[in-house]
T-cell receptor
Framework: RKEVEQDPGPFNVPEGATVAFNCTYS??????FFWYRQDCRKEPKLLMSVYSSGNEDGRFTAQLNRASQYISLLIRDSKLSDSATYLC??????????????????FGKGTKLSVIP | NAGVTQTPKFRILKIGQSMTLQCTQDMNHNYMYWYRQDPGMGLKLIYYSVGAGITDKGEVPNGYNVSRSTTEDFPLRLELAAPSQTSVYFC????????????FGPGTRLTVL
């Protein structure tokens, strides 16, 4: 079975710190990559998509290395509001009766971040 | 837009009981999904649907059934509840081919005693 592996965490960092999350995936046919954020007892929400060229959204930077099957998320100048669990998510072909072109998301177990005052 | 809504929010079942978890989306998405999330674990796909009338098994379908009679609704049925089905259940939807963002409902917390 295809896997998505993340740092187990938890990460406890002071406000203002820079923190990096790493993720590896095993299915080389994976097409799309994401970081989701999940607050305690809430649903996951998309934080950002990850592109081969790397992409940045404010304090958040995501990188993808297809050759190494590795994804990263960097958070700069951590805020208390960044405290959450960060899920690495990979979109891969699912096959099944739905046929070619069907995809499903495979989720990592998540890395919990606590930003401390 | 309400997005993805799920009912109920919480439920306690006795072993052997049955129930249906409701999921509705108002974004006209073709793709819908049911996941379960156990403590400290990643989300596991139970069933998914690529459109009305089409459903397919995910990673952990045993003990569950689904139907998709309309674009908006994707109910999940538990026929004979077991303690192993104690979990948080999330419904999600996406627009096309699963390459885009999935939008999740708030979840249903189910306990089977």
């Amino acid at each position: 079975r295809k896997e998505v592996e993340q740092d187990p965490g938890p990460f406890n960092v002071p406000e203002g710190a820079t923190v990096a999350f790493n993720c590896t995936y095993s299915n080389s046919a994976s097409q799309s990559f994401f970081w989701y954020r999940q607050d305690c007892r809430k649903e996951p929400k998309l934080l950002m998509s990850v592109y081969s060229s790397g992409n940045e959204d404010g304090r958040f930077t995501a990188q993808l290395n297809r050759a190494s099957q590795y994804i990263s998320l960097l958070i700069r100048d951590s805020k208390l509001s960044d405290s959450a669990t960060y899920l690495c998510v990979v979109n891969e072909p699912s096959g099944g009766v739905s046929g070619a072109g069907s995809y499903q998301l495979t989720f990592g177990k998540g890395t919990k971040l606590s930003v401390i005052p | 837009n309400a997005g993805v809504t799920q009912t109920p929010k919480f439920r306690i079942l006795k072993i052997g009981q049955s129930m249906t978890l409701q999921c509705t989306q108002d974004m006209n998405h073709n793709y819908m999904y049911w996941y379960r999330q156990d403590p400290g674990m990643g989300l596991k796909l139970i069933y998914y649907s690529v459109g009305a009338g089409i459903t397919d098994k995910g990673e952990v379908p045993n003990g569950y059934n689904v139907s998709r009679s309309t674009t908006e609704d994707f109910p999940l049925r538990l026929e004979l509840a077991a303690p192993s089905q104690t979990s948080v259940y999330f419904c999600a939807s996406s627009s096309t081919r699963g390459r885009n963002e999935q939008f999740f409902g708030p979840g249903t917390r189910l306990t089977v005693l």
